[in-house]
């Protein structure tokens, strides 16, 4: 494996329990997350080093920044929907009927059309009845089913490909999409995760490099458009969840980290679980695309 040149330059004490989801946004320049146990919206400016917190409604899996607005498309555990974080003006789009009380919303991103793609995952014990959806034509659209846990949602540069994982599988695929639909199809094993290392959540570089953060094993990995390892970096938690490229230049790291399920030896060894830290890297990402209103209907607002 060859070492990815990173520094750490930012570390932000937030000690998430589930910090996920994270994205940047190049408007406002600074970067959101959430954490999805405490149902808290995070927005951090690296370049004054401060932090915002909303709270939410419901548990947030994760969300998209929308063309020409101040919300954000939130994939809620119990559906999608419009939010402002100032207001908390909330616009339901979609609560698709899940098919066991122990399912939620997940990992979730925009495609490079403008579409918003989230994944529901099974809590606990309970069959793999998780789902991929697809907003477009202003309703979710079911893409796969039989999912324990959906993550690793991104999409290459070129908008031509999907990758996604089922954690407990270890394994990330790669589909193909047809741009015009958001139809996939032509399944394939991209990349297999080590022992211990479970795939969460990833993006892809400005060279079409997927960076996939390993739950479990400390470590965000980027795998070349082959599925081969081209690099790594070590981070200071063991359950890193996701990551975003940002920065004016596009070339800083932001990951999110959980603490959820560490007992207190494990954290005493790793006191900065949960935190998110800020690399800076020689690669530049690419910045993710905004939700287009127009596959998006809102159903109704509180």
Known sequence: MTDTRAELVDMVPVANTLGEGVSWDPVGERTWWTDIQERRLFRYDPAARSLETFELPERLGSFGFVQGSDKILAAFESGFAFYHPESGQLDWVARPEHEAGNIRFNDGRVDRQGRFWAGSMVEGEGEPKGKLYCLRGGKPEICLTGIAISNSICFSPDGKHL?????????????????????????????????????????????????????????????????????????PATQPTCIAFGGKDLNLLFVSSAREN???????????????FVYKLDIKGVADPRVDPKHIVPMHRT
Do not use: C, K, M
Not at 262 to 276: F, K, M, Q, Y
């Open 163 to 235: 990758y996604f994982a089922d954690s407990p599988h270890r394994a990330i695929l790669r589909y193909d999409i047809e741009p015009s639909t958001g139809a996939i199809s032509n399944a394939q094993v991209f990349a297999r995760t080590p022992q211990g290392a479970f795939p969460d959540g990833s993006n892809v570089d400005a060279e079409g490099h997927l960076w996939n953060a390993h739950w479990g094993a400390g470590r965000i990995v980027r795998y070349a458009p082959d599925g081969s390892i081209s690099g790594g970096v070590d981070v």
């Open 262 to 276: 560490l007992n207190r030896e494990i954290l005493a060894r790793h006191p900065h679980a949960g935190h998110l």
